[in-house]
């Protein structure tokens, strides 16, 4: 098995495991005593480890190479916040009521992954320097 199949299937079980305490946030809750009884501390809980974890899963799925080294950091940026607002909506939609401190996260969340992917695609055109 190739190191490129080994980092793929790594990061699609993490990928599966993020979804999966994305939709099961009473799970984490439990298992760490986190609270849960509104529907914001739900959100937050699954954007926190469900998104978060997603996300880094679909970077080690993505990722070509260690280097150059700002394209690594985009890319965990780009996936961690993409994997975190993907999880925010779903929580948006499953729980229901975010307040404005949500909305907030949402929209940054939203910017981070824009300005990410945009330097990202500058940097395959050839506009910025790769480093």
Same mark, same amino acid.
């Given at each position: #098995?190739?190191?490129?199949? @080994?980092?793929l299937?790594?990061g ?5 495991? $993020?979804?999966?305490?994305?939709f *099961? ?5 439990? !298992?760490?005593?986190?609270p849960?009884a509104?529907?914001?501390? #739900? ?5 926190? %480890? ?10 080690? =799925?993505?990722?070509?190479? @260690?280097? /150059?080294?700002r394209?690594?950091?985009? $890319?965990? @940026? @780009?996936?961690?916040m !993409? $994997?975190?607002?993907? =999880?925010r !909506?779903?929580g ?5 009521? /975010?307040?404005?401190?949500? %909305?907030?996260? #949402? ?5 981070i ?10 940097? *395959? ?7």
């Open positions: #098995m190739s190191r490129r199949t @080994l980092q299937i790594v699609l079980v993490l990928v599966a495991a $993020g979804v999966y305490l994305m *099961s946030p009473l799970v984490v809750a439990e !298992a760490l005593g986190r849960h509104t529907s914001s501390q #739900m959100i937050n809980l699954r954007a926190t %480890w469900g998104g978060a974890v997603a996300g880094f899963g679909a970077f080690v =799925a993505w990722l070509p190479a @260690l280097s /150059p080294k394209r690594v950091v985009l $890319g965990l @940026l @780009l996936t961690s !993409a $994997g975190i607002g993907i =999880a !909506a779903t948006f939609v499953l729980d229901g009521h /975010p307040d404005t401190l949500q %909305w907030f996260w #949402m929209i940054a969340e939203i910017t992954v824009a300005v990410c992917a945009v330097a990202l695609r500058r940097i *395959s055109a050839g506009a910025l320097p790769a480093k």
